[in-house]
């Protein structure tokens, strides 16, 4: 049952590079030492296997009012009440020169804020039509259509380069578009778009159709089959959540269809694939000059008119998110964090999904494989409670809630624990969440609404998260029935990285205790090379050592560095039935010969309590940094550490077990400091007041000699 119900709906860090695709030279001399491990042609094998005919995606349109009236009153009433809201506001925008301020000042926000407002306003549009079906929509739609049509590019400025790591063009070229995330999923918003409200546009005019199928053909599908893209992967290119998010929406450009529509008619009903109108059909247009060529006179080819061209396409999407897998160790762990899941191990499970209705039951086996389970559970590895996840690199503790997207991923893999986990997390939020209000992704939210009732139905089932080390980014996580417990080994090397290696996460009664940022609001210098001059990017702002020449403030401060070779060595975990322990010496990440030797230790003694044991051989003075989310108090044996009147501070001298207290949380017992420095970190930037609504506190820990133990209760 569950299946038929969903058949309906589904049937590292850099910019691009952008140059000829020559297949004849994968696995040359010149990217074969790169190649750290033998590729597995995953999908691809999986899809040239299979022998069954191709199908259409197919989506319920506007006119399939019963699966429409289906819906749960309570979503039809948001959705309306939704597209209603976005109606009233006006269509954004913008110039040249707001494309071109990325490129002057760095500055993102600025274009990003109205080119997804458009993109906003035309989804919740869309949604609220399909409820309603009333017409009183249709004339916005269309504006909003053609408006983004109308653009001159839909890649961001962001990523407006032809080659990875390369500076961006400040204006774009329309001869050769760049094909980003966000051309990829403004084609697959458009083509969804006519998709569905098709029985209500055609009879408006069949151009509306034509002129998407166009856009798509030139922005999407000629890069898409013409050039090669870094994130399209070859041998010794790095992969990150770019291949599989890409890849997801030039499927749903090229194959998503009606329902009436007969196997192997264009999307657009043209005959011969061809641009420009049918004479035949549309007589009030000339007819064609024969003496010259068909494509002179408007008349040529689409590049996936044919069954064998589609295959092609599907082929080079399946070898693509094989090469994007090869990133993967067996052990599933997404190294751009839990935020990035979203982007990286669902769309992962998009594209595979596409792919299963495209090519029926193709990828039925390769769901089942180990490395695509825990791909598809690292997600529950990485809950803390509540709305918290733990967060590295460039994600927030706040990742989202679980939607449709994760409980069909669990159901594909055969994994109920995770298929309850996904449907509990649904059903507790809140309405806006339900309809993925804040998404501009037509096809997630389409796909949502119709999961919508087995996820409200779906069993619990009771499964505690095991503890778990995960090899591959030398993560521990642990659990009692009060703490919640990351340690980090591992390298700087990492997509997204921020300088972290050997850094702790913990939470107490699923609160924050000791906490990872995140990272503030993108801009140009998130990716390049000033990423770590951003404060949060460093090792001084996560719960690590750092070190200093001399015994001053003015002495030079010595942090982490980045890159695959600061990375910890001796790594060794246990996982016990009392105790889980995670031991590291992390003193290469600083790269200095004078830090010889720094070893960590951290452990968990089930309900009773967390340490942190530092051990360090070097020359430098340490001093450990800790990061809370609630406000510290000091005290010594003989009181409070003393507060700066002016600036309320806490520094000075600390005695032989002192005691931190953060917050009512906990406390923190200190062995090993000589004195001890708080302070105050506002919390400014938008995107880490998601996170966190007030400031956060540095508390920085002197070491006395060369052992330093914290004992956490």
């Not at 140059?19 to 074969?32: F, H, I, K, V, Y």
């Not at 529509?261 to 694939?273: L, P, Q, V």
């Not at 004195?675 to 007041?689: A, G, K, M, N, Y």
Request: proline share 5%; with cysteine; hydrophobic share 35%.
């Amino acid at each position: 049952m569950l299946i038929s119900v969903f058949r309906i709906l589904y049937n590292r860090r850099g910019m691009m590079q952008y140059g000829p695709d020559m297949p004849e030279n994968r696995g040359s001399e010149e990217t074969a030492d790169m190649t750290m491990k033998t590729h597995q042609t995953f999908l691809e094998s999986a899809c040239e296997s299979s022998k069954a005919p191709l199908e259409r995606l197919i989506m319920p349109d506007i006119s399939d009012r019963e699966r429409w009236e289906s819906l749960s009153p309570e979503l039809k009433k948001a959705l309306v009440e939704e597209g209603e809201k976005r109606q009233k506001e006006p269509w954004t925008e913008f110039l040249l020169s707001d494309y071109r301020e990325f490129k002057k000042s760095g500055d993102r926000k600025k274009f990003e804020d109205k080119y997804f407002a458009r993109r906003y306003k035309l989804n919740g549009m869309i949604l609220a039509e399909c409820v309603e079906n009333k017409g009183r929509f249709l004339d916005d739609i269309i504006d909003g259509i053609y408006l983004i049509l109308q653009e001159v590019s839909w890649c961001l400025p962001p990523h407006n380069s032809y080659y990875r790591d390369e500076p961006q063009l400040e204006i774009p070229d329309v001869t050769r578009p760049v094909l980003d995330l966000f051309a990829a999923e403004t084609g697959a918003l458009l083509k969804c778009a006519v998709t569905v409200l098709g029985p209500v546009l055609d009879p408006v005019s069949s151009a509306i159709r034509t002129a998407v199928e166009d856009a798509l053909e030139v922005r999407v599908i000629v890069p898409f089959c013409s050039w090669h893209f870094w994130w399209m992967g070859r041998d010794g290119e790095d992969m990150c959540n770019w291949t599989p998010w890409i890849i997801q929406y030039v499927l749903l450009s090229v194959f998503s269809g009606r329902e009436e529509m007969a196997a192997g008619e264009t999307s657009d009903r043209r005959e011969h694939g061809s641009f420009g109108p049918d004479p035949e059909k549309h007589p009030g247009y000339p007819e064609p000059l024969m003496e010259f060529d068909a494509e002179a006179s408007g008349y040529r080819k689409r590049y996936y008119d044919t069954e064998e061209k589609l295959r092609k396409i599907l082929t080079r999407s399946a070898r693509a998110v094989d090469y994007f897998l090869d990133g993967y160790e067996e052990d599933g762990c997404c190294e751009e964090g839990a935020q990035y899941y979203g982007h990286a191990g669902l769309c992962l499970f998009g594209c595979m999904d596409l792919m299963n209705r495209i090519l029926p039951a193709s990828m039925e086996e390769a769901f089942l494989a180990p490395k695509i389970r825990n791909i598809a559970n690292y997600i529950c590895k990485m809950h803390v409670g509540g709305p918290y996840y733990f967060n590295f690199a460039d994600c927030s503790p706040f990742p989202g809630r679980r939607g449709s997207r994760d409980y069909l991923f669990a159901k594909a893999v055969k994994d109920p624990v995770f298929a309850s986990f996904a449907a509990k997390d649904y059903r507790e939020s809140k309405v806006s969440e339900k309809i993925m209000a804040s998404e501009i992704n037509l096809y997630y939210r389409i796909n949502q609404v119709f999961t919508h009732e087995a996820m409200m139905k779906e069993p619990e089932v009771q499964g505690d998260p095991e503890d778990v080390f995960l090899k591959s980014q030398g993560m521990m996580i642990c659990r009692d029935s009060r703490f919640t417990l990351a340690a980090k080994a591992g390298d700087n090397g990492d997509s997204h990285n921020h300088n972290d290696v050997g850094s702790v996460t913990l939470y107490k009664d699923g609160k924050p205790f000791l906490i990872d940022l995140g990272v503030e609001t993108y801009s140009a210098k998130t990716f390049s090379g000033r990423r770590y001059e951003i404060w949060t990017m460093q090792s001084r702002y996560h719960n690590l050592p750092n070190f200093r020449i001399g015994d001053t403030v003015d002495g030079e401060l010595i942090v982490q560095r980045d890159g695959e070779i600061y990375a910890a060595r001796d790594v060794n975990c246990e996982l016990g039935k009392d105790a889980q322990t995670l031991t590291m010496d992390i003193a290469p990440t600083y790269g200095r010969e004078e830090i010889r030797s720094y070893k960590r230790t951290v452990r968990m003694i089930k309900e009773d309590r967390i340490e942190i044991e530092d051990v360090y051989e070097g020359e430098p003075t340490c001093e450990l940094s800790l990061m809370t989310y609630e406000p510290v108090v000091v005290e010594n044996e003989s009181g409070n550490v003393d507060k700066n009147p002016e600036t309320g501070v806490q520094s000075g001298e600390i005695s032989e077990g002192a005691v931190i207290r953060v917050g009512d949380l906990g406390t923190i017992a200190v062995e090993g400091a000589a004195s001890v420095h708080v302070e105050e970190v506002p919390i400014t930037d938008e995107r880490l007041q998601i996170a966190w609504w007030h400031s956060c506190y540095l508390t920085i820990l002197k070491m006395k000699d060369k052992n330093l133990k914290l004992v956490i209760k």
